[in-house]
């Protein structure tokens, strides 16, 4: 339970103001149609979270413990970092194509979109480090449709009220708590 809760809570505010969360502002304002919109974000997520979660797992497979330990936690104080740097949507990733409809073009703008992103990175390292891939992969599919399904809905009149500062400066502080608890090799976070 705690790989899901962990997961869950790090990916959602890790996501407040990624530029995948201000992709699912431009696809909502253009397409207007929120269900395959979301449909479209839940299978790239599940495809590309699947395959981070798998990495990770493999990744525990062939590191030592010690290795591994200090690669997750070294991964988790960067990410701490890279949260911290505000994301910009790129307009390659803003250039839609109407040809794939609103869910094929969601799922594949979002499939790239999340390719080495923060939390396709986070669900890497948390898939090496909890000994349950699937409830890491599910915590952070979750975590990305709670912070992405209200963008659909409520379009960036909502994202300019969030103070993205304070959201970021409690996702990189989860991350570096996470990381420093790796380090100092604490078994149970929660």
């Known amino acids: 339970m705690e790989a899901l ?6 990916v ?3 996501e407040i103001g990624d530029k995948t969360q201000l ?3 431009v696809l909502a304002a253009r397409f207007k149609r929120p269900v395959p919109i979301i449909l479209g974000i839940l299978a790239a997520t599940l495809v590309n979270h699947g395959a981070a ?7 525990t497979a ?31 990733d803003a250039r839609l194509s109407g040809r794939l409809g609103v869910f094929g073009t969601t799922a594949v703008a979002f499939f790239l979109a ?8 986070a669900t890497v390292a948390m898939a090496a480090h909890y000994p349950q891939p699937l409830w890491v992969v599910a915590g952070t599919t979750l975590g990305m449709l709670i912070a992405d399904v209200p963008a659909v809905f409520v ?19 989860m991350f570096a708590i996470l990381g420093a608890l790796t380090l100092l090799k604490v078994d149970s976070w929660l």
Request: charged fraction near 20%; hydrophobic fraction near 55%.
């Open 155 to 173: 379009g960036d009149r909502f994202a300019k009220r969030i103070p993205m500062r304070l959201v970021h400066g409690i996702a990189a502080a």
């Open 5 to 10: 809760l962990m997961s869950t809570g790090v």
């Open 12 to 14: 959602a505010l890790a």
């Open 62 to 92: 062939v590191l030592s413990p010690e290795v591994l330990r200090w690669t997750v936690g070294l991964s988790f104080l960067g990410m701490a970092v890279w949260t911290l740097i505000p994301d910009q949507l790129d307009d390659e």
């Open 114 to 121: 999340e390719m080495g992103d923060k939390t396709q990175i």
């Open 53 to 59: 979660g798998a990495l990770g797992a493999w990744i």
């Open 23 to 25: 992709l699912a502002f």
